[in-house]
């Protein structure tokens, strides 16, 4: 066997192991994004049909998925990928404090840094997670700039129904 | 191999059929092949109606494979040596 044929068979294996990582995210991911999906639902829905139910069901629904997240394989190996969240979620809540940003502003800001954080988990992880970046961003921009009295509902449908059927269709290889 | 070699877990025919890209009769041939060879094991779980097939790398399997990656890395080390002789 000469050199080129070695070279060949061994790029064959990276692209082989590649995939097999991708797929290994996906199959991972497909669950806690539909639980994301199942918050996301809830919280706009009740936002928009029973407002004042809709701050227990944030907290709720926000504490079961990062139990959930953070608990289902494949587990992080350490407590840098929670401390990740915790201090982008703490940071954004800061800079709506600060900004007195109104609810419809903050709901906003909320989709599009769930949309960028699927956008950078389809740079590091896979490509399928730009599909979800993009449905979660579309779902925004439609709610702010084209229904904005349905803003919470169509994050409610357009996002949180995408993530659910994203996080199902996700896993499949 | 390379992907059963990659993840410690076993993988299902589909996820292997979607890596390699090749059709269930060529897939599932090489896989009777490289089970016979002892190289992995295949293993049925029915869920419902239906059979899913897993397929995992043998301990002699997973050695053969990264010694025969470890020889193709060697052919690339020992012609680059040549070659810098050469030069």
Known sequence: MDKKKALEILNDVAIARRKTSELRNYRGMGSIISAWGVVWLLGFGAQSIFPAAAPYVWIVGWLGAFAWTFTRPPKPEDFRALATWVVAVLCICLVLVVTKATQPTAAMIFGLALSAAYAILGIWSGKRFWVLAALVLISACVGWWLVPQWLYLALALGGGVALILGGVSIRRP | ?87
Do not use: C
């Open chain 2, 1 to 87: 191999m390379a992907a059963l070699d990659s993840d410690p877990e076993p993988l299902d025919f589909a996820t292997l059929k979607a890596i390699s890209g090749a059709t269930d009769g060529n897939l599932g041939s090489h896989l009777v092949t490289l089970e016979k060879a002892g190289l992995i094991s295949i293993s049925k779980e029915i869920i419902g109606r239906r059979t899913r097939t897993w397929v995992a790398l043998t301990a002699s399997g997973r050695l053969a494979f990264r010694e025969h990656v470890a020889f193709l890395e060697e052919i690339i080390q020992t012609s680059q040596k040549a070659q810098e002789i050469e030069t």
